[in-house]
């Protein structure tokens, strides 16, 4: 005689509302889903408005808190229920340690990940833009390519230009090992003197980025998520 499997009770509507309610909170107070109920769990982390770090922004403005994100990629990467990354970016960019940092655990994941530019990538969001394994951009994006900037007080000295050259270097090097752009021609929009009133640098859309190199491909949310369900059915099938 064979045993009938036990079957598992479905929610009350009671645990269907609070598992509702913890995801619209997940949502509303970290920008996050736990991981998306498609073909593959894929977890969406996003970047938006001012990237926070050592210090507070203004009340007023949107932020993402880097101490907020790094445990999320810490638990993707140590989930085995979640199975790709996807990051999505709408930023001013922010704290220029605090973005590198992203990019740097973001490239850390071993798992499939790509990232899709909407609106804006700018400044340091730009390595954070290109720290997936894939890049996409909507033609309607921009990125705002310029050295690196300070605001408030500083030492005006020899040590503090070379500090903000050492920083500098650390960007163009990224940027340039996680993208098929050089870091010659990275430095070059870097510097540009013609298109920027009141910078210097180069604002691109998302047809020049993939054409410069910086992003692997113009594309939307369909278009990130079909990439990382084949990389993780490869795997499956590898």
Same mark, same amino acid.
């Given at each position: 005689m064979k045993s009938k499997q036990s079957k598992q009770p479905e929610p009350s509507g009671a645990e269907q509302a609070a598992q509702l309610r913890l995801k619209q909170d997940l949502i509303e107070e970290a920008g996050m889903l736990e991981a998306t109920q498609g073909r593959h769990a894929?977890?969406?982390l996003t970047?938006?408005?001012?990237?926070?770090?050592?210090?507070l922004a203004p009340e007023n403005q949107k932020t993402t808190k880097y101490e907020h994100v790094i445990p999320q990629l810490v638990d993707i990467q140590e989930d085995p229920a979640i199975e790709g990354l996807l990051v999505i970016l709408n930023t001013v960019g922010g704290d220029v340690e605090a973005g590198l940092a992203l990019a740097e655990l973001i490239a850390g994941v071993s798992k499939p990940s790509a990232t899709l530019v909407l609106g804006g990538g700018h400044s340091i969001g730009i390595p954070l833009a290109v720290s997936a394994r894939r890049s996409f951009i909507v033609?309607? /994006?921009?990125?705002?390519?310029?050295?690196?900037?300070?605001? &408030?007080?500083?030492?005006?000295?020899?040590?503090?230009?070379?500090y903000f050259e050492q920083m500098q270097e650390r960007i163009v090097g990224f940027v340039a090992g996680h993208s098929a752009i050089s870091a010659k021609r990275f430095v070059q929009l870097m510097h540009n003197t013609g298109e920027l009133v009141m910078d210097m640098g180069t604002v691109l859309n998302g047809q020049q980025a993939v054409e410069e190199g910086l992003i692997d491909a113009l594309?939307?949310?369909?278009? /990130?998520?079909?990439?990382?369900?084949?990389?993780?059915?490869? &795997?499956?099938?590898?």
């Open positions: 894929i977890h969406c970047v938006i408005g001012t990237i926070e770090g050592h210090t033609p309607t /994006a921009t990125m705002t390519v310029h050295p690196v900037r300070h605001s &408030g007080m500083v030492l005006g000295v020899p040590q503090t230009l070379r594309g939307g949310l369909g278009d /990130a998520l079909h990439y990382l369900y084949e990389e993780i059915e490869a &795997g499956e099938r590898g």
